[in-house]
């Protein structure tokens, strides 16, 4: 029973609601006037929204979250029935059989002993299925973010064994890489080689990391909460001083920057009276 003790949705409620918001004269107007490519912009942004509830251990946002990211799925599905494609069925069908084929060691009686030998054969099961590529790079989505895709590109090209021997050499990369930009700073003549070379170092950042066995979507996402946590106490303590950040002069920043650390550092926040090392 639901809170207010009324039966629980099911799927099938939800099935209906997109129906009427889609039903022409009498639905709404702004769902049917979307579009696969309207709608697509929404999805992506469901699906960041379930990741940031997930990073704020907030499990009445996650809930609320996956619910929006479904109504996605829906949303889709129905416009797909009304082309004439398929169906939210056929979704439901489609997904059940790849996982049931994908995991042979759970429902087939094959023996897979450990996480990473299950991503091998998830693979191999992935290009049987797809048949004959024309690119190991194959199947990486244009739509990830630049980060998480350069990662992919290049878990592919290592499959194929083109991929550096060992950190050290990806390390020294990152340096040649790193100093081919700040010529390009220095001579400051051409965007378009800035551009290249920042991608570039960008780039070999991304791989470098991923040799660590370190996700980098995941570690610049907790490197982006890192900043916004201490950068809001640094605003806290100008605050505490009487002035805005941008009424306080670069060299106190910095040295609020180093107390927010200090602070982050023994547990305390802006305006505590303990010490901090």
Known sequence: MSADGSAPATIETLLKIMVRLRTPGSGCPWDLQQDFHSIAAYTLEEAYEVVD????????????????????????AQMASEAGWFDFSAVVTGICEKMTRR????????????AEAQTVAWEKHK?????????????????????????????????????WPSIHGVSDKVEEELEELREEIRSNTDAEALMDEAG??????????????????????????????????????????????????????????????????????PGDTTETA
């Open 53 to 76: 509830a997930i990073e704020q251990g907030d499990q009445l946002a996650l809930r609320e979250e996956l619910g929006d990211l479904l109504f996605q799925v829906v949303y889709h």
């Open 200 to 269: 570039d170092l960008l780039f070999a950042a991304v791989n470098l990391v991923r040799h660590t066995g370190t996700d980098p979507e995941a570690a610049l996402r907790q490197a982006n909460h890192k900043f916004t946590r201490r950068f809001r106490m640094v605003e806290q303590l100008s605050n505490a001083a009487g002035k805005t950040v941008t009424e306080t002069d670069l060299d106190t920043l910095d040295l609020y920057w180093d107390e927010a650390k200090a602070l982050e550092a023994a547990g305390g926040s």
């Open 103 to 114: 995991h042979p060691h759970v429902f087939a009686g094959d023996v897979i002993d450990t």
């Open 127 to 163: 290009e049987r299925e797809k048949g004959e590529c024309s690119s190991a790079l194959e199947g990486v989505p244009l739509a990830l973010p630049a980060l998480t895709r350069a990662d992919k590109l290049q878990k592919k090209a290592s499959r194929v064994g083109f991929d």
